[in-house]
Structure formats: structure tokens, C-alpha cells
């Protein structure tokens, strides 16, 4: 029988790791160090390895040939399916949570929104990050549906690192936050054309420039990119 100190390290191991994904801190196609991660998170390797076993069920772990996980590249194709999966998704939540969400929540979309364009016009991109999570955060609680939520982390986390990776480019970090302006100005509105017209413009973008840095991660990471 598994104990719940057990499980309870294994959860926060899994979550520390995989926070370094998401925030691109952890070096691809380099073998990562059970040890060395054990003596990081102040805990023993167990926690991690079952952390490390869980992240590559989720897609974001690859086992070596050496026995030792890495961080998984996605290949061009999956980034596409993924970002079809989330043009659906994702208009639903948005809709959804325009219906739902109360004149504060709404309000409140658009102040996020604004602090947005300021962070990344001063490219503070840690800001950002926190300020982007706290929109979606509004979103999927105003939307009410945790199964689509859910299905949207899982397939964001796969893909979303990639348009984070330190020094993520200013020409895309601005027009993207943009897009949240004009996207929590539609739900404030209840202006539901709109509001798909732009989720449909957010993920084409989010999508191309994840392809593109893909791409060129491609020589530095061999074949099957």
C-alpha cells in the first residue's frame, strides 16, 4: 500500500519538475539526472522517478536510450494537431466564459489584459508569464467546464513552453498580448463573433510561432523534429 507521505512527495516532485518544462529551465535533448534532481527538490529519488515515469505518460518526458528521461521535442505535425484541438477547446471555454463570467471577472479580464501589453513592451517576461496564467485562471473558472479545462492544460503544456523560452521574441510578445486585449474586451462586450474570430487568430499565432521555433531547434537536436 502506497503511503500518503509517499504520494505527497511525489506530487510536489512532480509539480516542481514540472514547472521547469513549462518554464523552459530544463535543458532538450539532455539527459536528466535522478540524483541530481533528488538533491534539488530535497527528497529522495523515488518521489522522483515516479514523477519522471508521470511526466512521460503526459507526453513531456521521453525515456532514453541511455535509461534516463529527457524533455521531449514535439514534431511539427503533433504541434498542429494540438493547436486544432485547442481552436475547438478553447472557443468553447471562451464562450462559455463570456456568458458566465460576472461584470468584475469581465473587468477584470481586461485590466489583466492591459498589465499584459506593459510587461511586454518592457519584456519582463516573468511578469508576463504570471499575468498570462492569472487570464486563463479566469477564464476556466468563469467557464465552468473542468473536463474541456483539463484536456486544454495538458495539451497547452506540450506546446506552450515553446513560446516561452527565455528571450521568446518582443515582434510576437507584444501583438500576443494584444490578442488578449482584443480577446477579454469581446467577453466584457459579450460580443461572441468576435470573440471566436479572435481565439481562432490567437492559436494560428501561438501555433506558427511554436512551429517556427521547432524549426529551428531542428539542427541542434537531430532527426525527428
Known amino acids: 500500500m502506497t503511503d500518503k507521505t509517499e504520494l505527497s512527495l511525489t506530487e510536489s516532485a512532480y509539480l516542481d519538475i514540472l514547472g521547469r518544462i513549462v518554464e523552459s529551465r530544463l535543458p532538450l535533448n539532455r539527459p536528466l539526472k535522478e540524483t541530481q534532481l533528488a538533491q534539488e527538490l530535497g527528497t529522495s529519488r523515488t518521489p522522483v522517478r515516479e514523477a519522471l515515469r508521470r511526466l512521460e505518460q503526459e507526453g513531456l518526458l521521453v525515456d532514453a536510450d541511455t535509461g534516463r528521461y529527457s524533455v521531449r521535442v514535439p514534431s ?5 494537431g494540438a ?18 463570467a460576472t461584470r468584475e471577472q469581465r473587468d477584470g479580464l481586461v485590466s489583466l489584459a492591459q498589465k499584459m501589453v506593459k510587461a511586454a513592451e518592457i519584456s519582463d517576461d516573468d511578469q508576463w508569464g504570471v499575468l498570462d496564467d492569472d487570464f486563463h485562471e479566469v477564464i476556466r473558472s468563469a467557464a465552468n467546464n473542468q473536463q474541456a479545462s483539463e484536456i486544454v492544460n495538458q495539451v497547452r503544456r506540450r506546446i506552450q513552453r515553446f513560446s516561452r523560452r527565455p528571450g521568446f521574441s518582443k515582434a510576437r510578445f507584444v501583438p500576443c498580448s494584444m490578442e488578449h486585449l482584443d480577446l477579454a474586451g469581446s467577453i466584457r462586450d459579450r460580443d461572441y463573433e468576435a470573440l471566436r474570430e479572435g481565439v481562432g487568430l490567437h492559436i494560428n499565432n501561438m501555433e506558427n510561432s511554436v512551429v517556427n521555433t521547432i524549426e529551428s531547434l531542428a539542427p541542434f537536436l537531430g532527426e525527428g523534429v
Open 76 to 80: 511539427v505535425r503533433e504541434i498542429r
Open 83 to 100: 493547436a486544432e484541438i485547442l481552436r475547438s477547446l478553447e472557443t468553447l471555454l471562451f464562450e462559455r466564459a463570456a456568458q458566465n
